[in-house]
């Protein structure tokens, strides 16, 4: 915002579209630009679209993804849904910026909260014996109520694992709790020890071998398949717990 303000000039238009905060755009960005002099609504026009990406996904392209999107003011909205228009086929404009960064964090935190509880299931459902991806595929079949959200070692990228705690933080000044955002994200912080825990079971009763004097191959470090983002990605902590047992960790991903 302040390299920004320093080439603002009047009758232009700014719109954050980092995830952050709601009250980032109204209550950061504004007066770091009108330090300048020039004031929103009046000589400038502020607004707020949230990034909406999944990379490796070939399924979505940018010009198909809705863009939801929000003006400091009327005049404000009604630049910047004429501005995306010229991007992407669907604009979704809500009444106030604050709305619009609270939509990011509601997307990511729902990610979050559901990868959280079926990792919990399949530690839960995995220590009576029951398979849970085949429980999830007959779960999937029921057409209403539902949506599948499958297990893994952890969560990783630059956003759902870290976007929820701009909530959280923000809702300490309200002096309210965020226990079922907190308690998310340590069933998907503690996944991968789940994991090396487990590896090291199935090596002592398959293989009658200690953890400590394995090779394991990691297939994949990124934090997601098909992209070369080792962002908080769970391989390397994974990685680091196995050399933790005394265990040689490799790893194998054409992507990084």
């Known amino acids: 915002a302040g390299t920004i303000a320093k080439h603002l000039r009047p009758g232009q238009l700014v719109v954050l579209e980092s995830t952050t905060y709601p009250g980032t755009t109204d209550d950061v960005i504004k007066p770091i630009l009108e330090e300048t002099g020039l004031r929103s609504k009046i000589d400038f026009f502020l607004g707020f679209s949230p990034e909406r990406e999944d990379p490796g996904n070939r399924s979505f392209e940018v010009a198909t993804i809705p863009k939801v999107v929000a003006g400091d003011g009327i005049e404000a909205a009604t630049l910047v849904q004429a501005f995306y228009h010229g ?7 809500v009444s106030t910026t604050a709305t619009a960064e609270a939509v990011k964090l509601t997307e990511n935190i729902f990610r979050s909260v559901n990868i959280a509880l079926v990792n ?3 530690v839960v459902l995995g220590a009576m014996g029951i398979d849970i991806w085949e429980v999830i595929e007959a779960a999937k079949s029921k057409p209403f109520g539902y949506m599948p959200f499958y297990p893994g070692p952890g ?5 759902v694992p870290i976007d929820p705690f701009y909530l959280t933080w923000k809702a300490r000044e309200y002096e ?5 955002i907190e308690l998310a994200a340590e069933i998907n912080t503690a996944m991968p020890r789940h994991v090396v825990d487990e590896l090291a079971k199935a090596l002592d009763q398959r293989c009658g071998k200690a953890l400590s004097r394995s090779r394991i191959l990691i297939v994949g470090l990124a934090y997601k398949k098909n992209v070369p983002d080792i962002r908080e ?11 933790d047992w005394g265990g040689k960790a490799e790893f194998h991903d054409p992507h990084v």
């Not at 990605?233 to 050399?243: G, N, Y």
């Open 233 to 243: 990605s769970p391989s390397l902590r994974l990685i680091e717990l196995i050399e």
């Open 120 to 122: 919990e299931l399949k």
């Open 87 to 93: 991007v992407v086929k669907t604009v979704v404009p």
């Open 155 to 159: 969560l990783g990228g630059h956003c």
């Open 176 to 180: 309210l709790p965020t226990r079922f």
